[in-house]
């Protein structure tokens, strides 16, 4: 059985190598076309030749999102799209319209077909007939359960691909009308406003039936899948998906580093322990700025998965610096500032490599050695006295509050 792969978004290049750094095997990103995050900053040509060059290095893989719901128009440039995205060595394209897989067929033939999770695929039957189309992976529905994914699994030869953690949709496999009905911005085509997330007062007719002063939501919580990790590992799935294109580094970093190291020791010892899972989910939740739960895999979908009387967004300004460079002789990391610290606090290290590591903030000085005593200008530049070493792409963030 091969390895599962562990998959990883970026909205940039900074991003993508980030997420590749910290353990992705692969990541997914978008062109400045045809891509359903319109408004990630997205990769040009140039970016896409260089984050495949990148991953090659790492022995990453690079997919690229054409998953836009296609109108006649939008076929303009495809085939020179995937010509160029053949020429840098792209090793596959995530696609909703099934009328590209021809094409791809013809001017990309090295490069593979994976079906989006747009598709709704939730049976085998699909999957199967998917196959059929030319579909060299699959990703399933969102909305499949883990028992419908084991079943699926058994009965289908096509790799599967499946969500496990990441923003979710209120409308079915991501299909959104709400952003285009009330913002004129398509979310199939690349324009969701998140819309779900707005508060709204509740109307029946011209009757406010919400009390007063109470705003309401219909979002759903974030998805954390980490405690069927195993038993997708174990039924054969292919790769497992982290949503969050538009997300920061630190997110990137965190979330990818936790699921790289328990896919590592689920391999490694067999298994996982609830003590070693526990420390997993601690572990993601110093990332989340949403309530979190399993979604659909456990086959419940009471109203406890939605957030109905908030939107859940939060902001944390835990991450607090990224290091661009290490002074070995005089244990200095050179830091860019990203939220505010002081010194004399206590902070933590971590990295692709480095294990979490606490230490005082006992000196830190700025471009021209004067001391500083509170890091507040974002992407400021701080030398910072190391009690240990880091490396270049290690985070520090202000230390847990779990």
Request: proline share 3%; net charge negative.
């Amino acid at each position: 059985m091969s390895r599962i792969e562990l998959l990883a978004p970026a909205k940039d290049l900074e991003k993508a190598k980030i997420a590749i750094m910290y353990g992705a095997d692969a990541v997914y990103v978008g062109g400045m076309f045809y891509s359903l995050r319109s408004r990630a900053s997205n990769f040009d040509k140039a970016d896409l030749k260089e984050i495949s060059r990148f991953a090659k290095r790492y022995g990453a893989k690079v997919y690229v999102t054409v998953n836009i719901i296609f109108h006649d128009d939008d076929y303009f440039g495809i085939r020179e799209y995937l010509r160029y995205l053949e020429e840098i060595g792209i090793d596959a394209v995530i696609i909703s319209s099934l009328a590209l897989i021809p094409i791809v067929r013809q001017e990309a033939p090295h490069i593979e077909c994976h079906i989006s999770t747009q598709l709704s695929s939730l049976n085998s039957s699909a999957v199967r007939t998917l196959k059929e189309f030319g579909a060299d992976r699959v990703v399933l529905a969102r909305e499949a359960s883990m028992d419908q994914i084991e079943q699926i699994s058994r009965k289908v030869s096509v790799p599967l691909e499946v969500f496990i953690h990441g923003g979710m949709c209120s409308n079915y496999s991501g299909r959104c009308t709400l952003s285009n009905r009330m913002t004129l911005r398509d979310a199939n085509r690349g324009g969701c406003a998140h819309s779900c997330r707005w508060k709204y007062e509740l109307y029946d007719r011209d009757q406010l039936v919400s009390d007063p002063g109470c705003l309401l939501s219909m979002s759903s919580k974030d998805l954390r899948a980490s405690a069927y990790v195993e038993r997708m590992i174990r039924c054969g799935v292919a790769s497992l998906k982290i949503e969050g294109r538009m997300k920061s580094e630190y997110y990137i970093g965190q979330v990818v580093r936790t699921y790289r190291r328990m896919i590592d020791e689920i391999y490694m010892a067999d298994g996982l322990s609830e003590e070693r899972l526990t420390y997993y989910d601690n572990e993601l939740s110093k990332a989340e700025n949403r309530p979190s739960d399993d979604g659909f895999l456990s086959g419940d979908c009471d109203n406890s998965k939605h957030l109905y009387d908030v939107n859940g967004a939060g902001v944390t300004h835990d991450y607090v610096g990224f290091v661009h460079d290490f002074d070995e002789n005089r244990n200095l990391a050179l830091v860019e500032v990203k939220n505010i610290f002081a010194r004399g606090e206590l902070l933590e290290a971590f990295g692709p490599v480095l294990n979490n590591e606490s230490f005082k903030v006992e000196y830190m000085f700025d471009e021209n050695w004067n001391p500083v005593d509170l890091a507040n200008r974002p992407t400021q530049m701080l030398l910072i006295r190391m009690p240990f070493p880091v490396s270049k792409g290690d985070m520090l963030r202000k230390v847990s509050r779990l």
